[in-house]
């Protein structure tokens, strides 16, 4: 019925007025968890407090976003779409000259990235975004992997961040502590760990939902 | 005014002004597009009430449930997009169909 | 907090709701499509003043980039069959 939509911009007006009261409404000053977060930095093994939450105090919340990313994967597979580039591909010359340059570079700015993430502003999914805008460009100028590196290698490729980051909170519930608590002497050592194996999970399950079909045998 | 208000403020307009499109275009990208609007929004809403500090930090915990919750935006776009190409493969139309249309 | 920081994040915000109406009002999809990879990137410069960088890497990276890429690779396939 017409008369529904000149019902919604006052709707939403409203929302909007009550969702703006409701925030203006809070305190100018609020401390929210910056000092618990400083108290225990130091032994969390990184001293980048966001990477300190994402890997060490909230890892169980990255395990999850990890496995979150492979079931989208899943879902993507399993609904059998048209892939996003042809077998194949004819790039012009700005496309193959600029990919000749970037992938390189790229590969470099996300091991950086990736070795960074403990001190400064970077870390693993950083690094794995643009690993996966690598795998992107490669996907569009050189068309679909081969079938020697179509299977098996993608499988372990796309597994090995949370089978890695599993293990090690398997580990630590056979040394006798919690569920991913790490021991403080090897933190830094294991976050590095788990963050290049995430790197390389997430770049490739990121250039895979760009690809879209699920790589058969046959090419 | 101060900055992190001013800029909730612009998150709960991206968030209203994604919701409205989201109810309004029938056209399914328009919907997927709608949907990542709303939720730039609330990540704007998120990162700036934790600046709210003054002189101290931010606080890194809005930061890292953020960067979580880009990665799952994305995740979520690719199979809606995937969703929606199946939609048109069987249907041949860019909408979903409806039963009573006015 | 100084005039100019304050009319540049008062410009931002503006910004940030010219394009995401802008994007998602365009009558032509394409057009719609890149105005929101714009609209990531300058929703990455509002991470970056709201002294969040991790964010602002993590936005430009993936918010912007991968999904402006699979938009527009949806658009495509969208088109011709």
């Known amino acids: 019925m017409k008369w529904r939509r000149w019902l919604l911009l006052p709707l939403i007006l409203a929302l909007a007025a009550g969702l703006g009261y409701t925030v203006l409404s809070l305190p100018d000053q609020a401390q929210g968890l910056q000092g618990a977060v400083a108290d225990q930095l130091d032994k969390s093994g990184v001293s980048n407090p966001v990477t300190a939450v994402l890997l060490n105090f909230r890892g169980y919340d990255t395990l999850l976003e990890m496995v979150v990313l492979l079931l989208a994967l899943l879902g993507v597979w399993s609904l059998g779409v048209q892939p996003a580039v042809r077998t194949e591909s004819d790039p012009g010359p700005v496309l193959d000259t600029l990919t000749r340059l970037l992938v390189p570079v790229l590969v470099l700015v996300a091991a950086y990235l990736l070795w960074a993430g403990a001190h400064a502003p970077g870390g693993a999914f950083q690094a794995g975004a643009v690993l996966g805008a690598a795998g992107v460009l490669w996907l569009l100028t050189c068309g679909r992997p081969q079938h020697g590196l179509a299977r098996l290698p993608l499988r372990i490729a796309l597994v090995a961040g949370v089978a890695t980051f599993m293990a090690i909170a398997a580990l630590a519930l056979q040394t006798g502590r919690q569920l991913l608590e790490y021991p403080p002497a090897q933190a830094g050592s294991l976050i590095l760990l788990i963050e290049a194996m995430a790197t390389v999970s997430i770049g490739v399950t990121l250039a895979a939902l760009f690809l879209g079909a699920e790589p058969t045998d046959k090419e | ?102 | 907090m100084t005039l100019l920081a304050w009319a540049f994040d008062a410009l931002l915000g503006l910004g940030l709701l010219l394009l995401a109406w802008r994007a998602l009002a365009c009558p032509d999809l394409f057009k719609a499509v890149v105005l929101f990879v714009a609209f990531g990137l300058l929703l990455a410069l509002a991470w970056v003043r709201l002294e969040a960088p991790d964010v602002a890497l993590a936005e430009a990276a993936i918010g912007a980039g991968l999904t402006g890429a699979l938009l527009m690779a949806a658009l495509a396939r969208l088109g011709d069959d």
Do not use: Q, W
């Open chain 2, 1 to 102: 005014m101060s900055v992190p208000f001013l800029y909730a403020l612009v998150g709960i307009g991206l968030f209203c002004l994604g919701l409205h499109a989201l109810i309004v275009h029938d056209h399914l990208l328009r919907k997927i597009l709608a949907i990542n609007v709303m939720g730039s929004g609330v990540f704007l809403v998120l990162v700036a009430l934790a600046r709210r500090g003054g002189d101290t930090p931010p606080d890194p915990v809005p930061h890292a449930m953020v960067i979580t919750g880009i990665v799952v935006a994305v995740s979520a776009t690719a199979l809606a997009l995937g969703l929606m190409l199946k939609v048109k493969e069987a249907t041949g139309k860019n909408e979903l169909p409806d039963r009573d249309r006015d």
